[in-house]
Nanobody
């Protein structure tokens, strides 16, 4: 069974930090993925790209998170991370992990991040 499970979300004050994890299982092999990304969806808004990491290690970030968020990959654990620092209320959303392979596009069920004082 193909599965992506996100964790690490929660309630944090503005300026705080969280680290999200996305653990892949089943036949998903993160090191071989073409691209792995984190997306987010706030209430009433469309899902948007937050960050991606390519097979070659190249990373991309949305302008709104550049310099604050870092995407990384731990191949031995088949896991992708999103380190989020200097969090703002506008970062509040459900965060989803996405793995794109040559023949498959997989999504996790999401983890809620709430930034509020």
């Amino acid at each position: 069974q193909v599965q992506l499970v996100e964790s690490g979300g929660g309630l944090v004050q503005p300026g705080g930090s969280l680290r999200l994890s996305c653990a892949a299982s089943g036949s998903i092999f993160v090191p071989n993925a073409v691209i792995v990304g984190w997306f987010r969806q706030a209430p009433g808004k469309e899902r948007e790209l937050v960050a991606t990491i390519h097979r070659d290690g190249h990373t991309n970030y949305a302008y709104s998170v550049e310099g604050r968020f870092t995407i990384s990959r731990e191949n031995t654990k088949n896991t992708v991370y999103l380190q989020m620092n200097s969090l703002k209320p506008e970062d509040t959303a459900v965060y989803y992990c996405n793995v794109v392979e040559s023949t498959r596009n997989s999504w996790g069920k999401g983890t809620q991040v709430t930034v509020s004082s």
